[in-house]
């Protein structure tokens, strides 16, 4: 069973390279253009999928027991950029419909985005 946990006896367990290489393919279907003059429904669900699939590889990492890292290390590299903390912000109001002030704080931090994330 393709990416089904608990893994069942004679399964590979997936990696984190997984959740990378479906990251990159949902990058691939986001559009080229520097300014869309039309977005249309698909175009959203496309943008929403890849920050999702961004923010989640950290959990797929910290997860992966393959990969040699701290869970700290994994959090603190996320924390240092503010591009991956407004990603997180805008794939957990893309989950949640809204966010909280703790998550927020923590997405956005001192970076200025439309109130609505």
Known sequence: MFGIYPVFEGEEIMRYSEQ???????????PREKVLKKIDPRTIDNYYHFFQDCYHLKDWIKNDGS???EVSDVE?????????????GIAIAAKHLKITRKQREYALGDATLLNTV
């Open 76 to 88: 603190e590299y996320i924390n240092k950029s503010s591009y991956l903390k407004i990603i997180a």
């Open 20 to 30: 990378l290489k479906r990251t990159i393919r949902s990058f691939n279907k986001l």
């Open 67 to 69: 990969v040699k890292k």
